[in-house]
């Protein structure tokens, strides 16, 4: 057996070897910490500092209303859903960053049910995000539909021709599995209904070609592994078919013209209209730069290397945490496996405590989860390594 | 006549004797500018600044996810709400705060109608902050309702038993009229309706008593008086007897127990349900920061020195502005003038331009509104005539 310090030189070894190692030099992290959360809040990049400071101190300090004027804010929200369009694939125009996931999800949904009249079920999936499950079924009992809450495995045979809308996650929060997005999608559109996704955990971590996928609308998250931020704007996108698609909340911001303050209420052309209130500019800002550090590099590279860096996990799981009584929650096949692994152990929380004191940081998932983040544009195969070594020491 | 120069040494003198004058510091403000737009976006505070680079630097780029667990972002939300509650005179635990105005409103305006079932119309009021009339309109479609659009006087004569919900602004956007908070709330009770208001232009400028007014629920914005920064979070009051109204967006931050990821949707108790997604936490630490600048001091004694201020501004119109063609558009009463003066003038747009580039800093809303928030936390009486002569010059 190789000792625990032959694994880590192998993986610092093939860190210095990497192609993308200078990827990291973006991110502002602590020192000595193993930040394997960024699925939950990614981390400050050195941008989005410098962009927030410039903003506070130069742009609302000393701009004050001129920066709405002539400044940079009032297009501000299409600039970075024009960003985050390039990274799920969407083409220019077809995203709006605004509100929360909950409220863009609550707006998807609320027009998918007006798209596609007298239907009168939902489907959406048991042990999806909760948020995502509230505002799937309180959308539906407000337009008088029922929704099935169905296995994630099992929508494509829930589908018939009284279904109006299907609502998913890409990739489960809990076990990271990735969901068929053109499969479940074109199964929704041969009965006739409408596929709403949510991207907040596959966003940034692997190629999403959500206009591609056919996908009629999705929404995500812009703190996870887009690195917004706490509580970060998040996103929605619209496929260009559905111009006409309408959202229950329109906005000043969603107007063609806002600061005509006009009589009635005439909708922006493609996603903006999603847009409802005032940008949230500070968020907004620190979005935006964040997401430079996605600048001169495909997803698909990013998503070998995060594939790498999961199967690199799976692996010493197999050889030196499942005979320590940890269970893979997570999918084996990493064609199917997100940017997070999914570890079980009874005594979980207490173990991810233990964990953080060292500096390794993971996530407590109820009941018994030990969820890893391993983000590729930053996480390294070492730390992955003492990840390992150091789960193994506590149970040890 | 008084020349310029004594009417301006007497400002001076009178900031000099302001007992409140101490106020002003708490604000960032650019030197030798006379930032009269408050009302539009206000000023940075010191302690805004410290707030937010302490959160980049320290809570989000070294505590990272712990912030959230062990950190103060959990309940920032709730603590923001607290600090508006007082400002606007509602108990703790009765206000929400999460995103924008317009999102609120939205979320007010269901929350109402669900509270009013049966009835078939929506009042609002002609000429209203155009987000609102956008927003009152589609829900009121969206639950089979019809609008009366009525001019604000004539509310009160628009109701009777067929009525849910009176939607309006408490102190109107362009004029600064303020509506009798207190008696169209107690029409619209009289009549079995529910009142829904919009604080923007009233919050942090005069004391509002909405608990008091009897009112049902309120919406109102972080980023005019309130200072929050460009498109702060804003919040949400709902009534304490009001405490089973539902949101028509139950995300997960509504919930009593987010982190539990439960199965069923189980809305927190009080105002904090309204909450949706994430706590948007760059923004909300802004905001919270920025409310200190309250502190210590009454919103009665903030009335007073606003509407010695405008009142000042009026006086001035009288004597210089008036005979050169300028007329004003806002009532005559302090009592019942908000924070704000609206004057007009056929070349407004011409000439707010032309006052920027000196120094004095107003608004221009269409057609022909020049609009300039005198906020009684910081400006001064030297700044109203400096506003009064730099204007009576370009005219001249």
């Known amino acids: 057996v190789t000792g625990w310090d032959d694994i880590r030189d192998e993986a610092l070894g093939a860190d210095a070897a990497d192609p993308l190692r ?5 991110m502002a992290l602590p020192a000595g910490v193993a930040y ?11 941008a989005a500092r410098d962009a927030v400071r410039r903003c506070v101190d130069r742009e609302w300090a000393t701009g004050l209303i001129g920066s709405w ?9 299409p600039r970075t859903a024009d960003r ?16 929360s996931t909950t409220v863009n999800l609550h707006k998807a949904l609320h027009a998918a049910v007006s798209l596609a009249p007298g239907r009168r079920r939902v489907v959406s999936v048991q042990g999806d ?16 539909l029922t929704v099935d809450q169905v296995p994630a495995g099992d929508v494509a045979a829930a589908l018939d021709e009284d279904v109006a809308v299907v609502s998913m996650s890409h990739v489960d929060f809990r076990s990271a599995r990735i969901a068929d997005l053109a499969g479940v999608t074109a ?33 995500g998250c812009g703190y996870k592994y887009l690195n917004g931020g706490p509580g970060a704007p998040a996103y929605l996108y619209v496929a260009p078919r559905h111009a006409a698609a309408e959202t229950p909340i329109p906005g000043w ?52 290397r995060g594939m790498e860096l999961t199967a690199r996990l799976v692996d010493l799981f197999d050889v030196h945490l ?40 993971g996530d407590f998932r109820p009941p018994d989860g030990l969820r890893f983040g391993l983000a590729p544009l930053y996480t390294t195969r070492a730390e992955v390594v003492r990840l390992a070594r150091e789960l193994a020491a506590l149970l040890a």
């Open 129 to 144: 995000f909760p948020t995502d499950r509230y505002v799937t079924a309180r959308v539906a009992a407000d337009r008088g």
């Open 22 to 26: 200078h990827l990291r030099e973006r």
């Open 322 to 361: 499942a005979p320590l009584g940890v269970t893979l929650q997570s999918p084996r096949d990493p064609g199917v496996r997100g940017g997070h692994v999914m570890l079980g152990h009874p005594r979980a929380r207490e173990l991810v405590r233990a964990l953080a004191a060292g500096g390794v940081v």
């Open 253 to 304: 911001f969603g107007h063609t013209d806002p600061f005509a303050f006009g009589e009635a209420y005439a909708p922006a052309a493609g996603a903006r209209r999603f847009e409802a209130g005032t940008t949230p500019v500070l968020g907004t800002t620190a979005l935006h730069a964040a997401l430079s550090a996605f600048d001169g590099v495909g997803m698909d590279a990013l998503r070998l």
């Open 187 to 219: 199964a929704a559109h041969a009965v006739g209904a409408l596929a709403v996704w949510d991207l907040a955990h596959s966003a940034g971590a692997l190629p999403i070609g959500i206009a591609a996928s056919g996908a009629d609308l999705a929404v």
């Open 69 to 77: 004027a002539e400044g940079a804010w009032v297009d501000l929200a």
């Open 36 to 46: 394997l959360d960024g699925n939950s809040l990614g981390p400050l990049t050195h």
């Open 84 to 99: 985050i369009a390039r990274i799920i694939g969407a083409p220019a125009g077809s995203v709006a960053c605004a509100d």
